[in-house]
């Protein structure tokens, strides 16, 4: 099973930026979709982006788009979510994961394997 490792997670100001990273191993990273999903306290998780197996192809909450930004290193094993204008309402624990098909993958429920997570805090 395709392990996920993530990094780059923190605490920032309203406003600010981050950028999330997510090494994969043990799989074959370059044939399905990953992602990113967020779990804030007391709340369900969702969904906030991912990008197809070829990186062609971005998908994105509502919440996030125009602000996030999904992108893969296939040589790498990697995908980053960089994060702009981060608002308090961003604030979670940002969960990488691997989708359970090559392209479009755009709930939470398209996602078969999990990184442990990362907190991401903005403060007003």
């Known amino acids: 099973q395709m392990q996920l490792v993530e990094s780059g997670g923190g605490l920032v100001q309203a406003g600010g930026s981050l950028r999330l990273a997510c090494a994969a191993s043990r799989g074959t990273f370059s044939s399905y979709a990953m992602g990113w999903c967020r779990q804030a306290p007391g709340k369900e998780r969702e969904f906030v982006a991912s990008?197809?197996?070829?990186?062609?192809?971005?998908y994105y909450a509502d919440s996030v788009k125009g602000r996030f930004t999904i992108s893969r290193d296939r040589a790498k094993n990697t995908i980053y979510l960089q994060m702009n204008s981060l608002k308090p309402e961003d604030t979670a624990v940002y969960y990488c994961?691997?989708?359970?098909?090559?392209?479009?993958?755009?709930?939470?429920?398209?996602?078969?394997?999990w990184g442990q997570g990362t907190q991401v805090t903005v403060s007003s």
């Open positions: 990008i197809t197996y070829t990186g062609g192809g971005t």
């Open positions: 994961a691997k989708g359970k098909y090559s392209v479009r993958v755009t709930t939470t429920s398209d996602f078969d394997s």
